[in-house]
């Protein structure tokens, strides 16, 4: 594992003095990643001083990815379900971060975006946009960047059928793709695994 150059405790003591007025809650998961939990509507100060104050100078943006809670058991209070999950780095104080917020409205799922900030952002916020339709305010080119021009739906939204709602062929007659609703009828992925009576000993 690599060592960074301050304690978990301390990087959280000092973040926490930073964004403690923006209602943030935080703590260290796995014994050492420090994790900022923000409400939507601080999100974009939280981030600014995240990257522009000399104590946390968070230079890099590593990953940002979408999150669907939509199927989890403990989603507590039927709370919002998509968010955003971000890792940024500071290579000039060898400390990393993990920072978490949830989209307040789940119709239309809104925050603001990181790639004005960090040009990293830019195409982890597409794949959010695309994969789980979540939109990134003030992104300038907020388009698809893994599905099909005319796809319709979100593939990784959790209620997304795995065998989607359209399926493409080419028609030899028409000598071109078509696009048909899927005849594959929906069926589980879960392997069933069926062992004979007294399987390794076992009654």
């Excluded at 409400?39 to 999150?67: I, K, N, W």
């Excluded at 799922?109 to 979540?134: H, K, T, Y």
């Excluded at 960047?145 to 028609?171: A, C, N, Q, W």
Aim: with cysteine; hydrophobic share 40%; proline share 6%.
């Amino acid at each position: 594992m690599t060592e960074f150059a301050v304690s978990p405790e301390s990087l959280m003591h000092t973040v926490n003095e930073r964004l403690s007025s923006l209602g943030v809650r935080l703590f260290i998961a796995r014994d050492a990643m420090v994790t900022v939990e923000v409400p939507a509507e601080h999100y974009a100060a939280a981030m600014r001083t995240l990257y522009e104050d000399p104590a946390c100078a968070f230079e890099q943006l590593v990953d940002l990815c979408g999150l669907d809670y939509s199927d989890y058991a403990d989603r507590v209070n039927e709370g919002p379900r998509y968010g955003v999950v971000v890792h940024l780095l500071s290579v000039s104080l060898n400390q990393r971060v993990r920072v978490k917020v949830l989209c307040p409205n789940d119709d239309f799922p809104v925050l603001p975006s990181m790639s004005q900030r960090w040009a990293s952002a830019n195409w982890f916020e597409r794949e959010a946009f695309d994969l789980f339709g979540i939109v990134f305010d003030g992104h300038t080119d907020l388009r698809r960047i893994l599905t099909d021009y005319g796809f319709i739906g979100h593939p990784f939204r959790k209620d997304f059928p795995l065998s989607g709602h359209v399926e493409m062929r080419y028609d030899a007659e028409r000598q071109r793709v078509v696009y048909e609703p899927v005849s594959i009828e929906p069926r589980e992925i879960t392997p069933r695994i069926i062992r004979e009576d007294n399987y390794g000993g076992l009654n």
